[in-house]
């Protein structure tokens, strides 16, 4: 195979430059740059093409799976990573009801994997399963990927702290929005009152959710400003009212 010329131009023999004044430099071996590792990613998962009907693709070693009209090619090696996701078991399938619990479709003759989910966020996994690093799809939302998470068999703890937290904050609002609704619930089985449909019980339920809830919007949380203004008022003037001097003052003002 004919050497790069970018290559070639390293050799003493062909170093005639003359930006290296001194002899002496020729002889002095330059510095040693470490090898590049190119392709890295590529070998551990792949895409191609949609009209490609037989990818280049040692199905041996190789599988092939398409994901919403999206084709990719990951390495068993790659899969082999990951023993509890859904693609690395479908290595041990030795019958097409073993592959049909697993997938949504098998194309026998090309050995393709059909499944009827979101391609986004595979592609988010396929990242994943090549560079390491787990990110929530921007455009979808987070309990959903966490439902394709949970499908694909990949834990949620591989996912990066910020979107880790941004996950458990949704679960959160989730937790405590379920609970509000049980809690109606078994007061309407236990014969509580029934919400008041007319304007005054609207506002009545209104006024209760903005002093209960400073975050059920801008009206609770300038009330919980002005209640904690009003604490830290009273609490200064009850200080203040203890101090000697003003002890003094009142008292002269009482002796008159």
């Not at 997938?103 to 390491?132: H, K, T, W």
């Amino acid at each position: 195979m004919p050497i790069p010329s970018r290559v070639r131009g390293l050799h003493p023999r062909h170093h005639h430059s003359g930006s290296c004044g001194s002899p002496l430099s020729q002889l002095l071996p330059g510095p040693v740059e470490p090898p590049s590792i190119k392709g890295l990613y590529y070998r551990r998962a792949r895409k191609v093409g949609a009209l490609d009907a037989s990818p280049t693709a040692d199905l041996k070693k190789e599988i092939l799976v398409n994901v919403g009209g999206r084709r990719y090619v990951l390495p068993w090696s790659t899969l082999d990573e990951f023993p509890l996701s859904r693609l690395s078991k479908l290595k041990f399938c030795r019958s097409q009801e073993e592959i049909a619990q697993l997938c949504d479709d098998y194309d026998e003759d090309n050995q393709e994997f059909f499944f009827d989910r979101s391609p986004s966020a595979f592609g988010m996994i396929v990242s994943f399963l090549a560079a390491g690093k787990l990110a929530l799809l921007r455009e979808m939302c987070v309990l959903s990927f966490q439902e394709e998470l949970a499908y694909w068999g990949i834990e949620e703890a591989n996912l990066e702290k910020c979107c880790r937290r941004k996950l458990l904050k949704k679960l959160e609002e989730l937790a405590e929005l379920r609970r509000e609704e049980e809690s109606l619930q078994r007061q309407r089985e236990a014969g509580g009152p029934a919400a008041d449909p007319s304007r005054c019980g609207l506002c009545m339920d209104w006024l209760r959710e903005t002093v209960e809830n400073p975050q059920s919007g801008l009206p609770g949380k300038v009330f919980a400003c002005l209640s904690i203004l009003f604490v830290a008022t009273t609490a200064v003037s009850l200080c203040v009212s203890t101090m000697p001097d003003m002890r003094a003052e009142e008292d002269k003002v009482s002796g008159f």
